[in-house]
């Protein structure tokens, strides 16, 4: 079965480095590359990661991203109230001939 | 300003359809790919259904296929999905997104969406 799997919630306080992980299969992240989508309540998702690691003109430089075998994270550091938000990995499965998106991460900031 | 605006959504009956639509403006539409992508209130996204820059290829989800139909005329800048024998699990606010690299490029993340239309499924 073609699943990328998040933890449901995560949490950290202001100015902490929050990580968020998604772990997917061969079909997936095993040849594509991986995305991360930002959505606050109420808004469209946005585009925070693409490629595994590149940033969209306009995203802070605090939120990174890594892809490594069939596992990717993304990185917040210097956390604020406004990063506040539901986060989501993203990738093409071969399989499927189709985006996969993971079941989402609840960011709480404390 | 590069933007997208969907329309269509509305309630109807199980088993009814309906024709979404999606609206580009502010770039070359037709040198993107476009995505519908769906959202249960309260739940994750579920990906439904990608179209090449060209209209040449289409791939849908698992949910979807053999009911919904992606398509786009690219002289009038428009996205559509049109949706036949609607199942109440198909209740969602549905997103349309352009890909981030001009097509065809599938497996890039999509960096523009409109803010999307509420489609209800009840009888």
């Known amino acids: 079965q073609s699943v990328l799997t998040q933890p449901p919630s995560a949490s950290g306080t202001p100015g902490q480095r929050v990580t968020i992980s998604c772990s997917g299969s061969?079909?997936?992240?095993?040849?594509?590359?991986v995305s991360w989508y930002q959505q606050l309540p109420g808004a469209a998702p946005k585009l925070l990661i693409y490629n595994n690691y590149q940033r969209p003109s306009g995203v802070p430089d605090r939120f990174s991203g890594s892809k490594s075998g069939t596992s990717a994270s993304l990185a917040i550091r210097g956390l604020q109230a406004e990063d506040e938000a539901d986060y989501y990995c993203?990738?093409?499965?071969?399989?499927?001939?189709?985006?996969?998106f993971g079941g989402g991460t609840k960011l709480t900031v404390l | 300003q590069v933007q997208l605006v969907e329309s269509g959504g509305g309630v109807v009956q199980p088993g009814g359809s309906l024709r979404l639509s999606c609206v580009a403006s502010g770039f070359v539409f037709s040198n993107y790919d476009m995505h519908w992508v769906r959202q249960t209130p309260g739940k994750g996204l579920e990906w439904v259904a990608i179209?090449?820059?060209?209209?040449?290829?289409?791939y849908y989800g698992e949910s979807v296929r053999g009911r919904f139909t992606i398509s786009r005329d690219n002289a009038r800048n428009t996205l559509y999905l049109q949706m036949n024998s609607l199942r109440a699990e198909d209740t969602a606010l549905y997103y349309c997104?352009?890909?981030?690299?001009?097509?065809?490029?599938?497996?890039?993340?999509?960096?523009?969406w409109g803010q999307g239309t509420m489609v209800t499924v009840s009888s």
């Open positions: 061969s079909s997936n992240f095993g040849s594509n590359t």
């Open positions: 179209i090449w820059f060209d209209g040449g290829t289409k």
């Open positions: 993203a990738a093409w499965d071969d399989r499927l001939n189709g985006w996969l």
């Open positions: 997104a352009r890909t981030l690299s001009t097509g065809p490029s599938p497996y890039d993340g999509s960096d523009i």
